[in-house]
């Protein structure tokens, strides 16, 4: 209880952590000391993100839109542009990133503590914190997986219209076409109206209570010598960067690793996202699932698809690997103080962090 409260108090003095910022390094500095302290080797492993991920998807919108204008004036140019950035924005919905290098302008880190080359366990969460944005205000907001389908579908509208105007030139599909341009011209202004005019969430829920959690499930895994991983991530909030670079530097050490992520623990009902995804949804291994309901000590949890947004454990599930997320979840089934103003420490539910904490050190156990 003693580290738990020490953490809560940190994150709560450090205050918003954008991707790539000073407090982002802050908190990332004083994680690895702590870990140190713990007896566990540390790694700092750094990277190229993105600050935002609204310019790049500014882009692939404005791209698209203008794609249907120039069916007005042509056949083949608006399909072939249309196929290529509705293809770059549905991969970079699935976390395999492309256009959105050009913007990599900051540098971000992973924090990992290890005892051991070949982890049974790999415990993650991501240490930034977002920008907030209309999309979330808490008077407004709605269901992301509706937004999602809504986003893509408009591109996917506007592919198969330039389609269509390449096969039957008609200015029909000009027409038509402008019903979901309005749709992308409508985010293009709400993402340029989030950079311009709102401010970072404070973090404590997202994710101060998984870098809580993972770091008071660390200090007793080393101590029973549990061997494990736990790695606190940068870059999660501007386009998941953190475990990307986790992936494509330590594959062949973390493979058959059991990988647990922790995200939005403090308030709500504890939930296993048994499906993630943004695009493409992929599922959560069966042997993964059951592992944590025998490792759950009778903790009332939901199992429940996780869509709309993507978590760290996204980039390992669409690469195939043994991984899941723990969140917690309110009754409309969003993460509570999501992405607001209202996400501070003093929103933390004790009992949601010590549930969570004996949740990762019994799959400790078991995996060992």
Not at 4 to 11: A, G, N, P, Q
Not at 150 to 174: D, E, M, Q, R
Not at 334 to 353: A, C, G, I, M, Q
Request: glycine share 8%.
């Amino acid at each position: 209880m003693d580290l738990l409260e020490e953490v809560i108090s940190k994150i709560g003095e450090i205050g918003p952590r954008p991707t790539g910022s000073d407090n982002e390094r802050e908190l990332a500095g004083w994680l690895e000391d702590k870990l140190r302290r713990l007896g566990l080797y540390t790694e700092v492993q750094t990277f190229k993100v993105v600050p935002t991920y609204s310019y790049p998807y500014i882009l692939i919108w404005g791209l698209l839109v203008f794609s249907i204008l120039l069916t007005f004036f042509d056949r083949f140019f608006p399909f072939f542009l249309a196929l290529v950035f509705s293809l770059l924005e549905f991969r970079e919905l699935d976390t395999f990133h492309n256009i959105t290098n050009l913007f990599r302008t900051r540098t971000s880190q992973n924090v990992i503590g290890k005892n051991t080359d070949r982890p049974k366990l790999i415990i993650t969460a991501h240490i930034d914190s977002a920008r907030t944005s209309i999309f979330f205000n808490p008077k407004y907001v709605t269901s992301p997986r509706v937004s999602m389908l809504l986003t893509t579908g408009s591109s996917l509208a506007v592919l198969i219209l330039t389609f269509f105007n390449l096969v039957f030139p008609l200015k029909l599909w000009f027409y038509i076409g402008l019903i979901p341009s309005f749709y992308l011209l409508f985010l293009i202004g709400a993402h340029i109206h989030r950079e311009l005019f709102m401010g970072f969430s404070p973090g404590g829920n997202d994710n101060g209570s998984g870098v809580i959690t993972a770091l008071c499930s660390a200090k007793i895994l080393t101590e029973e010598g549990v061997p494990f991983w736990v790695i606190f991530t940068g870059g999660e909030e501007s386009g998941t960067y953190g475990a990307e670079a986790l992936e494509k530097r330590y594959r062949e050490f973390i493979k058959d690793a059991f990988i647990l992520n922790l995200d939005n623990l403090g308030s709500g009902r504890l939930t296993v996202a048994t499906e993630e995804g943004m695009w493409k949804i992929f599922k959560v291994k069966k042997d993964w699932l059951d592992i944590i309901k025998k490792c759950n000590e009778g903790i009332d949890m939901d199992f429940r698809p996780y869509l709309g947004l993507s978590t760290d454990a996204t980039v390992f599930l669409a690469r195939n690997y043994n991984a899941g997320t723990i969140i917690a979840l309110d009754d409309r089934g969003f993460p509570v103080n999501w992405h607001w103003y209202t996400d501070t420490v003093d929103s933390l539910e004790r009992k949601n962090l010590m549930d969570a904490i004996n949740i990762v050190v019994n799959v400790g156990r078991y995996v060992r």
